[in-house]
């Protein structure tokens, strides 16, 4: 209680800056700021047209411009105070703070990797995997509320990161991804396709979503890719396909006199195509980094989560403050306006 008294005693209420910090509820009544001041100058014509004569008992010693004369404004001027701070408690000043949450219900996104030898390849810069990765990455942080996890492939498949809001971390994993981290060689798409699907079957979001890069034909593992595409439908997982690099030739390295030596690539784009149909998802083929760009921006758009907004406004009313002062400059005037303050000279 004694912390609120000094809070109301204090002289920043009355600063401009203060005032410039208000929103008004009841703006309309300000202006009677300005009815008030013309009330004050009518009463002043009033008086001066009407020419009073009539003298207080008072020594003749005392001259009329004797400045102790101006003593009897004092209670009229608490009078007046008092009006003003009453108009500015009922215009109710008051500060908003708007606070915003979003939320979505998110989407489920599991990004399936091809870091075979084939993805050293250069017709991409520095080369696809490289490429690939840096354009996952563009992707993942341009999403907000989905969970996104993580697979590798090679010969085999590999369950890089699980499904994760935490795009910190499995930003740092997939810039750390390199040809090493599996063994065996080749390219098992259906595995990993039955990998991804695996890691996904349990979810309960209502929106699942693979998105496969790759650049060779599936010549490894125990899984055919249409076969685990279809058991990828059937838990409701949309597919979508990426074929990474040109077919011919291509990039790879430098020979002896330091020229780049040419390689032939072949892209089973037909498996990837089928894939894709088969999982209700869309195919795209990426023969340059650009384009690369382009096709997670395409499916970054088509995969939007509607996101939604609670907006919270909390507001602070201040004309308890002001009420108090005219109240208290009310009382003043009461106290003063019967007093010798009233009657000092002529008035």
């Given amino acids: 209680m004694r912390e609120q008294l000094a809070e109301f005693f204090s002289w920043s209420w009355f600063l401009p800056e203060t005032f410039k910090t208000y929103e008004w509820e009841n703006p309309i009544l300000l202006n009677l700021l300005w009815m008030i001041s013309v009330l004050i100058l009518i009463r002043k014509g009033i008086k001066f047209l009407k020419n009073p004569v009539l003298e207080l008992s008072l020594p003749k010693r005392i001259a009329k411009g004797n400045p102790w004369t101006y003593l009897r404004l004092i209670p009229t001027g ?20 708007e606070r915003v949450e979003q939320y979505t219900e998110g989407i489920d996104i599991l990004l399936v990797l091809d870091i075979s030898e084939s993805m050293d390849l250069q017709d991409f810069t520095p080369n696809r995997l490289e490429a690939a990765k840096s354009t996952a990455i563009d992707f993942i942080n341009g999403r907000f509320g989905d969970r996104i996890g993580m697979i590798i492939f090679a010969g085999e498949a590999y ?17 750390e991804i390199s040809f090493d981290m599996i063994e065996p060689k080749g390219t098992a798409i259906g595995s990993a396709i039955a990998a991804g699907t695996n890691r996904m079957k349990e979810s309960d979001t209502p929106s699942k979503v693979m998105i496969l890069l790759s650049d060779g034909e599936s010549n490894a593992g125990n899984v055919d890719p249409l076969f685990a595409a279809q058991l990828a439908s059937a838990f409701n997982i949309k597919i979508y396909t990426i074929a990474v690099g040109k077919d011919g030739m291509v990039p790879y390295g430098t020979d002896f006199f330091g020229r780049p030596q040419m390689v032939e690539s072949y892209l089973d784009e037909t498996t ?16 340059d980094g650009g384009t690369l760009e382009q096709i997670f921006e395409r499916i970054n758009t088509l995969e939007k989560a509607e996101i939604l907004e ?25 106290g003063l306006k019967s007093t010798f303050f009233n009657n000092f000279l002529l008035d």
Avoid at 90 to 97: E, K, T, Y
């Fill in 159 to 175: 369950s890089l990161a699980p499904l994760t809001n935490d795009y910190e971390l499995l930003t740092s994993m997939i810039a």
């Fill in 310 to 334: 609670n907006r919270y406004k909390e507001t602070a009313d201040y004309y308890r403050v002001y009420l108090f002062w005219a109240m208290l400059f009310f009382l003043v005037w009461m």
């Fill in 78 to 97: 608490f009078f007046f105070l008092a009006l003003i701070l009453i108009v500015v408690a009922l215009a109710r000043p008051q500060r908003s703070n």
């Fill in 272 to 287: 990837l195509r089928e894939i894709a149909r088969v999982g209700n998802g869309e195919f795209y083929r990426a023969s």
